[in-house]
T-cell receptor
Framework: EAGVTQFPSHSVIEKGQTVTLRCDPISGHDNLYWYRRVMGKEIKFLLHFVKESKQDESGMPNNRFLAERTGGTYSTLKVQPAELEDSGVYFC???????????FGEGSRLTVL | AQSVTQLDSHVSVSEGTPVLLRCNYSSSYSPSLFWYVQHPNKGLQLLLKYTSAATLVKGINGFEAEFKKSETSFHLTKPSAHMSDAAEYFCVVSYTGTASKLTFGTGTRLQVTL
């Protein structure tokens, strides 16, 4: 069974540009989460989808970040325009409600120059 | 607000010696507690979880953790370190009883030397 897949694995962009990160959760997992780790800091919650609906987006830093999950399958996280402080690793996770386990992807590393 | 503190940012042990990674949490309610591990260029992997059943929790790869309410601690241990244990370890707390909105510690990087 495929795990949580994220791409790109690494993206380098200049300040002011736009980047879109994608996450494919494990098939059948309705709950999808985005987390972020800025360098030197702890991993922080960004938002939570249940199917295509945003259940909790209290962790989104500002309106330059837009997350979508059309059709309740894969999700995208767009940063527009990117700022230097957006650099970090963005993790996606999906939740198996039968086991209660959260499965993480390998993360997308974003570098904003 | 919930929080979790990992007391050591780096721990170095010799192969074959015990591992202790320390974690304390703040609690107003009964928490769910987890330890995750991240090996280089890999995703976060669940090592073990505590959800108010037995206070001594056994995980994968020989790791275990003990929930001590009186000390608000959830330290991770392993009797004998292996080179493959070198990774970053995260103590995580959740108060919702589900996987929603996990709060992560800052991580402990474990180095294992020969």
């Amino acid at each position: 069974e495929a795990g949580v897949t994220q791409f790109p694995s690494h993206s380098v962009i200049e300040k002011g540009q736009t980047v879109t990160l994608r996450c494919d959760p494990i098939s059948g997992h309705d709950n999808l989460y985005w987390y972020r780790r800025v360098m030197g800091k702890e991993i922080k919650f960004l938002l939570h989808f249940v199917k295509e609906s945003k259940q909790d987006e209290s962790g989104m830093p500002n309106n330059r970040f837009l997350a979508e999950r059309t059709g309740g399958t894969y999700s995208t996280l767009k940063v527009q325009p990117a700022e230097l402080e957006d650099s970090g690793v963005y993790f996606c996770a999906s939740w198996d409600r039968d086991t209660g386990e959260l499965f993480f992807g390998e993360g997308s590393r974003l570098t904003v120059l | 607000a919930q929080s979790v503190t990992q007391l050591d940012s780096h721990v170095s042990v010799s192969e074959g010696t015990p591992v202790l990674l320390r974690c304390n949490y703040s609690s107003s309610y009964s928490p769910s507690l987890f330890w995750y591990v991240q090996h280089p260029n890999k995703g976060l992997q669940l090592l073990l979880k505590y959800t108010s059943a037995a206070t001594l929790v056994k995980g994968i790869n020989g790791f275990e953790a003990e929930f001590k309410k009186s000390e608000t601690s959830f330290h991770l241990t392993k009797p004998s370190a292996h080179m493959s244990d070198a990774a970053e370890y995260f103590c995580v707390v959740s108060y919702t009883g589900t996987a929603s909105k996990l709060t992560f510690g800052t991580g402990t990087r474990l180095q294992v030397t020969l």
